[in-house]
């Protein structure tokens, strides 16, 4: 069955100490492999896509990673701002339809 | 608008009743999603758009769901006979009409029915 795994549920960090993220996948043929953010009432915001095995992705504090099972997401120094719910999706072959399968978040919390 | 809008931002709605909940993709997206965010579990895609082409309706959860984007832009998703079950946040996303396109989303409908 496909499906995508988060781990761990919640983090609570310390500014400044840094941390990893984890979304392992298991799917039939990975098409791409995205990270979004959310914030409590809003929609989750677009943060990264990778493709392919050995790609990597950087913004600000944030940087993504990709294997053949799984993805880290990165956070170097994180600031309270930092503080979200980090989402990971994939698409995959297979289907005509592009959707996307969501694990069920890192709730993130940066304390000052 | 710069990014996908939804309306209501809110709605709250009586067991029974049919509500509708619209999108307005970014200008020039082909591609139009409606995921389901229930309290505690990931999106759950409902429905899928790609231009003329006829939706992927794989991901509704029963019958009362329906969807229509009219004129290849908005996109009205319907809930007849609302179930307490039904209460989550409707999100929809629009992407271009590549494979690896990514998705953005909107602010979502939260939907509560009592």
């Known amino acids: 069955e496909d499906q995508v795994t988060q781990s761990p549920e919640a983090l609570r960090l310390q500014e400044g100490e840094s941390s990893s993220l984890n979304c392992s996948y298991t799917?039939?043929?990975?098409?791409?492999l995205f990270w979004y953010r959310q914030d409590p009432g809003k929609g989750p915001e677009f943060l990264f896509t990778?493709?392919?095995a050995g790609e990597e992705k950087e913004k600000e504090r944030l940087k993504a990673t990709l294997t053949k099972k799984e993805s880290f997401l990165h956070i170097t120094a994180p600031k309270p701002e930092d503080s979200a719910t980090y989402l990971c999706a994939v698409s995959y072959y297979g289907g005509a339809t592009n959707k996307l399968i969501f694990g069920t978040g890192t709730l993130l919390a940066v304390q000052p | 608008g710069a990014g996908v809008s939804q309306s209501p931002s809110n709605k709250v709605t009586e067991k029974g009743k049919d509500v509708e909940l619209r999108c307005d993709p970014i200008?020039?997206?082909?591609?139009l999603y409606w995921y389901r965010q229930s309290l505690g579990q990931g999106l759950e895609f409902l429905i899928y758009?790609?231009?003329?082409?006829?939706?992927?309706k794989s991901g509704l959860p029963s019958d009362r769901f329906s969807a229509e984007r009219t004129g290849g832009s908005v996109s009205t998703l319907t809930i007849q006979r609302t179930q307490q079950e039904d209460s989550a946040v409707y999100l929809c996303?629009?992407?271009?009409?590549?494979?690896?396109?990514?998705?953005?989303f909107g602010p979502g409908t939260r939907l509560l029915v009592l």
């Open positions: 990778l493709y392919s």
């Open positions: 996303a629009s992407s271009g009409r590549g494979t690896q396109e990514t998705q953005y």
């Open positions: 758009f790609q231009g003329n082409s006829a939706p992927d």
């Open positions: 200008s020039g997206h082909t591609a």
């Open positions: 799917v039939s043929g990975l098409r791409g």
